[in-house]
Each structure stands twice: as C-alpha cells, then as structure tokens.
C-alpha cells in the first residue's frame, strides 16, 4: 500500500516537473511579432495598413515604444482586445517610389518577457498624375487661369507615362500632344485650343508605362486675345468719352482701359466712358460728357475729359464741378508736349484750356 502510494507521488512529481519545466520554457521564449507583408514588397500602397500579429498578448505601448519606421512616419497604431493583433497607419500619404523600414528593437515588455527583434522592408508605388501645366514663359497655370491664344502649353507628368495610352481633352475632345524622348512631359499647341472657356482634362484609362493608371486631372481656364500695348502710370484714374456710333469705330486706345461703362445717349447710340489707370499713347475720338460721366469722376476720383458739354450739363458741372479737360469734338487724346490737353495733365499742372481741372 506504502509502495503503491509512493509511486503515484513519484509520477505527479515526475509530471508537475515537466508541467514546470515546459512553464518555464514557455516563459522564457521571446514575443515574436510578425507583419503580414512580405519583406521586400513592391508596389505597396501609399496610404497602407499594415497588420501585425503577436505570439502572444502585447501591451500597444510595447510594440510602440519597439516599433520604427524610417523614413520616419506620423503613424495610428491601434491593438485589439487580446492584445494580439495590431493595425499601423500613416497619417499622410507615404512618398512615392521610396523604401521603408520597419524594425522592431530586442526589449523587455512590461510583462518580463523578451520582445524578438525583427526587420521588414516594402517599396511604396507611384501614381501616375500631371503635376504642371506652363505657359512658354514658365508661367504655372493654376485653376481660372487665363491663357493667351496661341500660347505653346507644357504638360508635366511625375512618371514616364505610356504615351500612347494618355489623352488629353480639351472641352471633352481630344488635342494633340508632342511627347520629349523620356513620356514625362509633352507640348500642345495654343492654336489647338479653342478660345474662351476652357476645361481640360485627362481621359480615363491614362497610364505610366508601368501600366499603372493614372489619377484624374482637371483644370479650368480661359483662353483669350490679349493685346499688348505702350501704356504709363497715371496719378489718378483718367476717365475719356469715347462715342460708339458707327462712324466712330474703329476707336483707339480701349484695349488699355480698365473697366469701361457704356450707356445709351441717342436713340440707340451708345457711348463709353472709358476708365484708364495706364494711358496707353491715343485714346479717342472723343464726344461731350454726360451727367453719368460727372458722377463716375467723382466716384473713382479721377480726371474726366470730354469734348464740350450741353447747356444743361454745362450747369450742373458749374455746381459741382469734378476736375476735367475739355478738347476738340472728334480729336483723339494722346501725350503731347506743351499745353495740349492729354491724359498727361494728370502729370502735370492743369493746362489753362482745363475748366474745373483741380487736381
């Protein structure tokens, strides 16, 4: 009986060692973290969520604190509720076509044990997009930009496209593209492009010669004449009567004007009251003022000049007189020297032909 019971003691010492010693070994092995990405993957994307995994449960802080990525990134991890399986997402987009690190140091986590070290790496992609449109001068056109017809535009591409599958739309029909040696940039030309408003874009199915497809693009514009002229800085805003009847066009000088107001004097007959901060070299012909014209001087606090005045109009500029040059009916005004009444008066004293010039 004695000899029976020491054997069934000497068999649970015997096993509760072995529970002990498996204890101990269990105990002593390190916490293996794993990463379902495979080291040295490609094309990954570039805002990832990467999956770990833990052989056992793991405080989030442990794996943060063991946890690097470099090039550095501003990351969530989040854990989930047994502390075995975690998620790490960067907060911005990751940079395109570049290698990362992810290591994990040798440390003890707040439970004792050994966290493994580890080291994987994985390659972002890249996604095809235009990155920049310019003008000849160089000039970014950004979106509501205006274009100058004619102009040679430049696209920018940040990948070598696969030429023959990108398209460009201009108002929803395809334009001609010139490709440079390396499918990173092309050309089209302004007289392709339609004038006034323009939405260009890039058709669906666009790719890099990756085969990678590209993003969407869009941006509007609108293409117009611009004419460019001689023109000099006035003190004040120059405001001239220009008539509009069939007689008097085609006028001169109204491409420089800044904004001009047009009214109806006779009948159907309209006339400008054209606004100049630059005075280009002619502007005319000229015809009288109007009672309007008195009021736009003395709104925008400029100089008016006209070729003369009804009797009534006469009368009512004597009783609230804005400054003025008074010309010749049908002459055009253009920078003189002397005492020619000129838009240059704003530059000078009044000549002694100005009524009510004060500065």
Known sequence: MLAGAAGGVATLLVGGGV?????????SVPTAVSLALKDGQKEVSLQPTLRLSSSRPLAAADLRAAMR?????????????????????????????????????SRNDSSGHLQKAARWRFTTTIVPRIVSVTTESGTVLGDLAEI?????????????MDTGSVRLLA?????GLNWDGEGRSASLGGATLPMGRLKLSMAPGSKDVEGRLASSWTIRASVVFHVDMHTVPLAAPALVQV????AARDQSGLQAADVVYEYLTEADITRFTAVFTRAP???GPIRSGRLISFALTRHLHGMLFMSGLSEGSTARLDADPVPN?????????????????TISSLRRPPCSRTRHGQA
Do not use: K, M
Not at 19 to 27: I, S
Not at 148 to 160: A, E, I, M
Not at 171 to 175: I, M, R, W
């Open 69 to 105: 990525v470099t090039p550095g990134v501003d990351a969530d991890l989040r854990a989930s509720g047994d502390g075995r399986a975690f998620s790490w997402s960067p907060r911005r987009p990751l940079a395109e076509l570049t290698e990362y690190t992810v290591s994990l140091g």
């Open 171 to 175: 108002n929803g029909s395809p334009v």
């Open 325 to 341: 040059v008074i010309d010749v009916p049908g002459s055009s005004i253009a920078p003189a020297t002397g005492c020619h009444p």
């Open 19 to 27: 529970l002990a010693a498996n204890y101990v070994y269990q105990q």
């Open 243 to 246: 008539p509009n009847d069939p």
């Open 148 to 160: 100058s017809s004619g102009s040679r535009l430049s696209v920018t591409f940040n990948d070598r």
């Open 281 to 283: 070299d002619v502007v």
